[in-house]
C-alpha cells in the first residue's frame, strides 16, 4: 500500500498510516498569520518560564518525562501508525526520548550555570564571569523518519535552557507532534510553553521568517539550505542537522559476524530511514567473502511489510520507494552487482522496499554520492583501511560513521571527517545524550544534544566588573608614555 500523500482540503492537513493508507486524523495547516501568532504567544510565554530558574524547571521537564514513561505505548502506537515503523523500532525510538528528556533536564543547571573565569594578568583587577542566558524562542523544524526521537533533541535542551518553542513537524507525522505539546502542557499548565504549528514546506518557511531567536532544523540538506537562506533575513541563527552517507569501515581484523549483524541492522533498521544508518561498507579484502557471504544470509532472511513478524516495515514516503529504485537502477547500470535484490525490490507505487545489497559500486554512482534512505547497502571492498578513510572522506556529507577493529578503531575512528563514530558498534552515540550530535560538512552544522545542545540554545554573555582601581591605567586617555612603557616591559618579562 503506498503511503498517504498529506493533502487535504486547503487548509487541512491529513495524516495517513502508510501501512494501510488509512487517515489517522485531520490537522490544519497553518498559515504565516497563524505562525506568528503561535511566536506571538510562545514569546509571551517566555518570560515566565525562563524566570522559573533551572531548579523549576526540572521539576516540570521530570514530571513531563515520568508522563511520557506512563503513556509510552500511547507514544509508541502512533509512532508506528504515522511512520509505519514496527512496534520495536517505534518502541526504540521512545526509549531514547526518554532518557534523552531526562539528560537535558538534569544537566542544565551544571552546564549552564554562571561560571568564573581567570581574568588574565593585564585585568588582574577584575573579575570575569561567563551567563548563558534563555535565548526567548526557539523554532524546532522535524522530519518525519523520528518524529519523536529527533525533535525532542531540541526541544528539551531549548526548554530546559529556558526557551519556549514553536515545533514544525513534518506534514507526514502532526499527530506526534501534536502528542508531545499536549503531553508537556498536561504537566505544566498556565502557558503553554511547547506550541506546535501544523503544514507542510510552507509552514516551516513561515517559522523561518517569523522573528524567532533561533531556528533548529533537521531534515534534507536541500530544505537545510532554504531554511539558513530564509533565517539569513532576520538574521536568525541556526541548527541544521541534514542528511548523511554514513560509511561503516571493517578492518581485517574485526569481529565480522558483530560487524556483519551490526551493518544489516544499521542499513536496514526502520527501512533505511535514519539519518545516521549505514548506507556504504568499505571492508578490509583480508574478510571482505565472509562479511558480505554474513551479510547477505542476514538481510535476505528479514521479513518486511506490516505483519506483526516484520523486520521493518514500509517507506513512510511515497516518494522513497522512486528514489531508492533509480539509485539501485544507476548503480547496475554502472557496472555494481546486485547480490540481494534489485531494482524489482522497490517499486514505486508501493510503500515495502525488500533488502538489497549491492557490491562493486563505482564511487560516482548515486547510491554512494546522494542519501538512499532506503533499505540499501552497498558492500565495497579496501586493499586497507587508509583506503576505506579516504572514501569515507570523500562524501560532502559527514555525518556519523562505523568503525569494526580490534585494535585500531579509535585511531580510525579519529581520521573521520564525520561529527560522530561508533567503534564496534553502529549508532551507539544516538543512545548516549551525553554526547554531541551533529555532523560537518552538507550534514550541516551546529550540535543537539550534550552540553554543547543545551549552550546551542543559550546566549553567552561575558561579564567583567572591576573590582579595585589598577595600578596601570591604560583604558584611558589620561594614560601617559609611562603607564604604557611600563605595561610594554611587564609584557615582555611574563610573556616574551
Ligand atoms: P525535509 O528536508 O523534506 O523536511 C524537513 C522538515 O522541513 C519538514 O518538517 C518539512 O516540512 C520542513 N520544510 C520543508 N520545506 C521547508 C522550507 N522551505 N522551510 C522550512 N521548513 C521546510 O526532510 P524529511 O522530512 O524528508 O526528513 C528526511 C531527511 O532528514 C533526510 O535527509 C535525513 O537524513 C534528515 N535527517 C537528519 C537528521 C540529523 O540529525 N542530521 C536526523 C533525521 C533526519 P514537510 O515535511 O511538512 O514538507
Redesign the pocket.
Known sequence: MTGGAPTGGAGELVSFDPRDGRELGRYPRHSPADVAAAVAAARRASSGWAGLGHTERRRRLDAWRRLVVRRVPELVQLISAETGKTTADAQLEAVLVVDHLRWAAAHAARVLRRRRVFPGLLMYNHTATVDHHPLGVVGV??????PAF?PIGPIAHALAAGNTVVF?????TPAVGAWLADTLDEVIGGPRVLEVVF???DT??A??SAGVDKVA???????GR??MA?CAQGPTPVVL????KDAMLVDRDADVAAAADAAVWGGLSNAGQT?VGVERVYVHEAVADRFTALVVETAAALRTGTGPGADFGPMT?PEQPGIVQEHIRDALSRGARALLGGPDSARAGSASVRPVVLTDVPEDALVMTE?T?GPVLVINRVAAMEEAVERTNRSVYG?GAAVYSRSAGTRIARQLRVGMVSVNSVLAFSGVPALP???TGA??FGRVHGPEGLREFARTQSVTRQRVRPFLQPLSFRRGPRTMDILLRLVRTVRG
Do not use: D, H, M, Q
Not at 141 to 146: A, H, S
Not at 241 to 244: I, K, L, N, R, T
Open positions: 523544524i522535524g522530519p518525519w523518519n523520528y529527533i514544525k513537524p513534518s506534514e507526514y503544514g507542510a514546506g516551516g518557511a517559522l523561518c532544523f533537521t531534515g534534507s540538506t536541500a530544505t532554504r531554511v530564509a542537522e541534514c542528511g548523511g539519518c514516503t542519501e534512505f555525518l550530535f551533529g555532523g550534514s550541516g
